[in-house]
């Protein structure tokens, strides 16, 4: 069997993850869960492609070029969930499934965070959960492309 490949993206700030607000964020920084990531995709014999950026059109050249290239996208669209249609119309192009992730609860905070442009062209949405969510957004990613 091939192996499978997933495109993870982080957004915006989340590279400070560690010493951004971690009262909402936590204390691991991104190269942690980068690193989770990875160990939790080799044990489950998947390949991952892991991107960070803050400029929305490199996340939408990034998410252009992933069809038929990557099986699965994981994507913490950061800030840009609340705002970025650009970003909506890109997942748009891609026919694999694709979750959403948030480490933060965003419909506890404030109003503007309860709109996401994603959701609903997403597969799924993990979020509340911290960095933990990230694994089960991977677990999740993986059966969604063996179903
Ligand atoms: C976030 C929530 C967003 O509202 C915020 O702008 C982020 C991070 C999260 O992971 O909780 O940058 O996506």
Redesign the pocket.
Known sequence: METKQILVIH????NMLGTREPE??GRQSLADINAALEKAARAKNTDIQIFQSNHEGQIVETIQHAQGVFDALII????Y??TSVAIRDAILLLSVPVIE????N?YK?EAF?HKSMITDVATGQI?GLGTHGYLLALEAAINLIRK
């Open positions: 957004g915006p700030n989340l909402t964020y913490n669209p950061a800030a969930t609340h992730i948030h480490l933060s965003i905070r965070r979020c």
